[in-house]
């Protein structure tokens, strides 16, 4: 058979593979924490908070944790998307030279590689230096800068792709290069915006390492941000060291939620990009 | 050729365009005459674009172009770098080969430019300013019940009046006009040269085109480049009837393009 046949087909094979085993380990893990789960999620579980020292035991739901989750992501990926867009759109080589442009993408790049366990000792450093205690605020600090590279470098890429000639349009038309980036290379690159924002969010939803130390865990839905607070990721951590197989159970429902939440979020942005993407150009 | 000097537009003096040290524009100087149509002329790869881009700036917007000379623009040397680029914009419209419309709708494509320059214009008036721009492209009765639609609706040509209608919104003097037509279709071509005929009572027209029947329909003026130089200028009606140079006449024969 000829060569050039056998080679389109294997790599047909390779692809349906592929396919097969991306989805298939999402559809392992959503079956497996929903078996695990199903038992636990009950109304009380999302309607109180918890009631037990720490949650070492059986007592209360973890509504604390997913409204100490919320508190802690929205914030911070609003202040990461706040920071990154100002500087994916600097990073445009109509303000920045491409060679600083190119050392700041390395360093971000780093930084996005960098395990979150170590923004979360770095954030608790200065935490102590300053003399300050385990609160929201410092979850959201490390979050914040655990989002940053990731939401920046994302936005930078697909703000990369706006054509050339829709900025030079945009400049003959007398637009300043602030109003430019701002106004015309935003809306144009807002798919890939929004994706970025997802993607920062979807991490720093379900990040522990970064605040485990920080956000000192509460029974009680955290009354302003110098209150401790708990959150999904280090609850589920928590619960899942115990060895009582009703709190494991727990643990894996708090798993459950923290999916249908990213789920959530991610589906209604979806909806959100195509209301406001029937502008841009293709 | 002399032309009284209070009928130039746009003058250069030296010209000169580096871009990653190569040598792009070589000593230019030529006298583009104002309220009519000049054809700059050339095989590709000459430099008609370089030159055109230099008219309002957009050069500098890469990196690694070095430009030295002058281009006076009513008695201002618009390479003066104490100068506002937005501004030196906002009097040469362009229109590039390729339409772009704004990311927004027919409307705000033709809205942005007058707003962004008059932010205090009450809404009324702007909408009556869109309207007449759209009138004037002849774009107004093909699509005034699809006002706010996404720009990117619209056919290729149709939107490449848009630009045009958004270009002369923001009122500039010159328009710089890259192969307008290279990407339309012949009908909606041939609407574009109707147009610039007709905005030249108004406007200087700057008309690059690799198209030498295009020049001959429509230029008044001709400026002729060749690697870089200018190697012939003049009305048109000499240049094409007439030529001086051994090279213009090589390229007017198509022995080199």
């Known amino acids: ?282 | 050729m002399t032309t009284p000097s209070n009928n130039i537009q746009i003058e250069t003096r030296n010209l000169d365009v580096y871009y990653n040290k190569q040598y792009i524009l070589k000593n230019i100087n030529i006298k583009i005459p104002s309220k009519q149509i000049t054809a700059i002329i050339g095989p590709s790869g000459c430099g008609k674009t370089t030159l055109l881009k230099s008219f309002n700036r957009l050069l500098e917007i890469q990196d690694n172009v070095r430009i030295s000379g002058e281009i006076i623009v009513d008695g201002v040397n618009i390479l003066n770098p104490n100068l506002n680029t937005p501004d030196i914009r906002k009097k040469m419209g362009m229109l590039s080969q390729k339409p772009y419309p704004l990311p927004m709708s027919i409307f705000d494509n033709v809205a942005y430019g007058i707003r962004i320059h008059d932010k205090k214009k009450p809404k009324n008036e702007v909408a009556e300013k869109v309207q007449h721009y759209l009138e004037e492209v002849g774009l107004w009765n093909e699509i005034k019940d699809r006002l706010h639609d996404p720009a990117t609706q619209l056919s290729v040509g149709q939107q490449q009046r848009l630009c045009l209608a958004r270009a002369i919104a923001v009122e500039p003097e010159v328009l710089l006009c890259d192969e307008p037509t290279s990407a339309l279709d012949p009908i909606a071509a041939q609407q574009i040269e109707k147009l610039l005929l007709k905005l030249k009572r108004n406007y200087t027209v700057v008309l690059v085109t690799h198209t030498l029947r295009q020049a001959k329909r429509l230029a008044d003026y001709v400026v002729f480049l060749y690697f870089g130089m200018v190697i012939e200028q003049g009305p048109a009606y000499e240049f094409f009837n007439n030529p001086k140079n051994p090279e213009s006449i090589a390229y007017l024969n198509g022995e080199i393009s």
């Open chain 1, 1 to 282: 058979m000829n060569k050039r046949v056998i080679e389109e087909g294997v790599f047909e094979i390779l692809m349906i593979l592929s396919l097969v085993f991306v989805l298939g380990s999402l559809i392992i893990i959503i079956s497996l924490v929903l078996y695990h789960g199903a038992p636990a999620i009950t109304v009380e579980m999302l309607t109180q908070t918890s009631s037990s020292r720490l949650y070492t035991g059986r007592g209360g739901g973890i509504l604390n944790a997913i409204v100490g989750s919320i508190l802690l992501a929205i914030p911070a990926t609003l202040l990461a998307f706040m920071v990154g867009l100002t500087v994916a759109l600097f990073l445009q080589s109509d303000f920045t030279h491409p060679q600083l442009a190119n050392s700041v993408r390395f360093i971000l790049d780093i930084l996005w590689g960098t395990p979150s366990i170590i923004y979360g000792v770095f954030c608790m450093v200065i935490m102590f230096i300053l003399g300050s205690t385990t609160s929201l605020l410092w979850g959201i600090i490390a979050l914040t800068l655990l989002e940053i590279p990731i939401i920046t470098r994302y936005m930078d890429e697909t703000i990369s792709m706006v054509p050339h000639g829709l900025k030079e349009s945009a400049y003959s038309l007398g637009l300043t290069k602030v109003e430019t980036a701002f106004k015309i290379v935003r809306k144009q690159a807002l798919p890939g915006i929004i994706a970025g924002v997802l993607l920062g969010l979807g991490r720093g939803i379900g990040d522990a390492a970064s605040i485990v130390f920080l956000i000192g865990e509460s029974n009680s839905i955290p009354s302003s941000f110098d209150s401790p607070t708990s959150a999904l990721p280090t609850m589920i951590f928590n619960l899942y060291s115990q060895p009582d197989p009703y709190v494991r159970q727990k643990a894996y429902a708090a798993a459950f939620i923290l999916l249908i939440i990213v789920l959530i979020i991610s589906v209604a942005s979806r909806i959100l990009t195509k209301r406001l993407t029937k502008h841009i150009i293709k």
